[in-house]
């Protein structure tokens, strides 16, 4: 099989990063660097053009100059509140039979969207804390929510990212804040029980777990010392890698049915153990940290997927390609 042509298409306004991680590990597994392209230009709006070339799909944005027809399309690292106006090139990209496992629209936005979610969930019987979605809720029906949640809850908004714009709420006014506060945004939001998701040395912890299919590829605990803040690393908590075999098997199958139910084939998932195990949320593209760690635990298994996708669809047996291929 010749070196395969590799896209990967990415948001540069993202300050994640992952889409260097993704470009080393399709370095390491083909010998070359795959083409780099803005997505904006494939959303709705955006300046580039999707055609048939033969039997595969042709990107071209002739400002940049760029045209090419990938074997494989990589499409990763796009900001939640941008992955609506991409749904067309989804469209686009499975109508043509490009290797991807960038999914559907109806994963993203079921993932993306969080009272979705949360829907899905109590469809498949994923467990979760007890949630309450809110769209500017008069003050009695979000106190009555409070209430019965137990007067020790989670807002976060529907669409979010990286524990921003959630808040721990324990008491009228920090409930009549955060209403306020969604409010003044226009957003809808959700409101969760508590997990009681804090160690016996008093920090709030969670795990993130990466799901490629029906197996866990990579672990981490987040340890939060800040217990009123969201566990995520880009609010200060501290990871902590967990080989998969060495992960609680609850939490390994809960994950993988989590991702399964909302329709993805890769994603990280944050949950706790606590309640028997509980999920909080899907992530549709997971950020990767500790460099050298994430970028060989998921970023190298992530691209290998895609190769082995691109080889079974051409009749051969899914191998990794070197810079000999």
């Excluded at 070196?3 to 889409?19: K, N, V, Y």
């Excluded at 109806?106 to 949360?118: F, G």
């Excluded at 808040?167 to 209403?179: C, G, I, K, S, Y």
């Amino acid at each position: 099989m010749s070196r395969p042509c590799i896209a990967l298409i990415a948001d540069p306004t993202s300050p994640e990063g992952c889409r260097e991680y993704l470009a080393d590990a399709v370095e390491l597994l083909t010998g070359a660097p795959p083409v780099r392209v803005d997505s904006r230009h494939f959303a709705t709006g955006g300046t580039g053009q999707a055609t048939r070339h033969g039997d595969r799909l042709r990107l071209r944005v002739p400002e940049e100059r760029l045209d090419v027809a990938p074997d494989v399309v990589l499409l990763y690292e796009i900001p939640p509140h941008r992955r609506r106006g991409l749904a067309g090139f989804q469209q686009l990209l499975e109508a043509h039979g490009v290797v991807t496992l960038a999914a559907g629209p109806d994963a993203w936005r079921t993932a993306t969207e969080k009272n979705l979610t949360v829907e899905r969930f109590r469809r498949d019987g994923v467990a979760q804390m007890e949630t309450a979605v809110l769209s500017r809720p008069a003050p009695q029906e979000a106190a009555d929510a409070f209430d019965r949640l137990g007067g020790d809850t989670w807002a976060r908004p529907v669409v979010g990212t990286g524990g921003n714009d959630t808040f721990h709420v324990t008491t009228t006014a920090q409930l009549e804040d955060a209403a306020a506060y969604y409010a003044e945004r226009g957003t809808d939001w959700l409101l969760s029980r508590d997990a009681g998701n804090v160690t016996a040395d008093g920090r709030r912890h969670q795990f993130r777990v990466f799901v490629l299919g029906d197996r866990v590829v990579h672990a981490r605990e987040h340890l939060q010392p800040e217990t009123d803040t969201p566990c995520n690393t880009c609010q200060g908590a501290t990871a902590v890698h967990i080989a998969p075999p060495d992960l609680d098997p609850r939490l390994a199958e809960l994950a993988v049915a989590a991702t399964a139910s909302v329709g993805l084939p890769f994603a990280g998932v944050d949950l706790a153990v606590e309640n028997g195990g509980v999920v909080f949320e899907v992530n549709v593209q997971p950020a990767f940290v500790d460099g050298e760690r994430e970028l060989h635990a998921v970023a190298v298994p992530y691209v290998q997927a895609h190769l082995d996708a691109l080889a079974w669809s051409c009749g051969g047996p899914p191998r990794g390609l070197t810079a000999s291929a």
